[in-house]
């Protein structure tokens, strides 16, 4: 399957590609390697397509639909966190009164360094 098929198999996005990393501190771990997924509650961006921050490009290589409950330390490592308590922690703190329910669904944006 071609990543047009596979975009095309997916509602349609929510936000932008552009508001898909935006926390400073989340930017600079993108940049520095140290953060290579991003999950969000809608889709913001497609397959393929490409982010830019602070003149570094990065391509999305995957995008797909995960439970809180499914996340692991190592997914949590994808995010720039050690451990998912640690990651739990954050987001609860950027979202107060956010529920953190194992059942909820969240979209998974994995990217990586444009080459070149």
Known sequence: MTNEEKNNAFPPKTCTIERLVTMPED???????????????????????IME?????FVVENVY??????????HANHEGFET???YKEAILSYHPGMPWLPHMQVWVHEFSPVKG
């Open 84 to 86: 998912v308590e640690a």
């Open 27 to 49: 930017v600079e771990k993108v940049i520095a390697g140290k953060k290579t997924a991003t999950r969000r509650n809608g889709r913001y961006a497609d397959i393929g397509e």
């Open 53 to 57: 921050l602070k003149g570094h490009k």
């Open 65 to 74: 639909r995960q439970s809180l409950g499914e996340l692991t330390d190592e």
